[in-house]
């Protein structure tokens, strides 16, 4: 009877390791620091002869380079680049959230945002920019009345009054 196959030698690990580190993008905070800070010169960087398209073809949703604008025009059409968009619509995770869930302050709903995808090269050098913006979400009138009840007791009370 024919067994499986092994897809890697067990003596390989560090090869494994090596190969999973190297297609590793950036994550979704640096990302986000990258769209607070400079998009604009993102999007027009300067040439380098290592980097696919010179350089010159980026999608800063998702940190890959693309070979011509065709290329970049076709992954914006994608289902990685709009998991990419879904993903970056809610505010990163910071070091006051971790704060927070340590019991340093009370705990603060994340901001959805509206993103849309970066406008094309021809748009950019027109004066099209990158938009984010915030969509402010209003709490629930049941939420805010749970959370100013103190005990079990004003719960109920409150529940029962909705």
């Known amino acids: 009877m024919p067994y499986a196959r092994k897809k890697m030698h067990s003596g390989d690990t560090h090869l494994r ?20 800070t400079e998009p604009e010169k993102l999007l027009k960087q300067e040439i380098d002869l290592d980097k696919p398209g010179f350089g010159q073809f980026y999608c800063i949703h998702c940190a890959t380079y693309y070979i011509n604008d065709q290329a ?3 992954h914006f059409r994608t289902k990685v680049h709009k998991r990419r968009l879904k993903a970056l619509e809610i505010e990163p995770y910071t070091i006051e959230d971790s704060l927070r869930a340590a019991g340093h302050g009370s705990f603060v709903q ?11 090269l021809a748009d950019v050098e027109a004066g099209k920019r990158i938009k984010v913006d915030t969509v402010m979400e209003e709490e629930k009138p049941a939420k805010q009345e749970l959370s100013k ?12 009054e909705l």
């Open 72 to 74: 970049l025009q076709a």
């Open 17 to 36: 390791r090596r190969w999973r580190l190297r297609n590793r993008r950036k994550d979704l905070d640096e990302i986000d620091a990258d769209l607070k």
């Open 149 to 160: 009840a103190k005990t079990f007791t004003d719960y109920k009370k409150v529940l029962d």
């Open 110 to 120: 994340p901001q959805k945002r509206k993103m849309e995808t970066q406008p094309c």
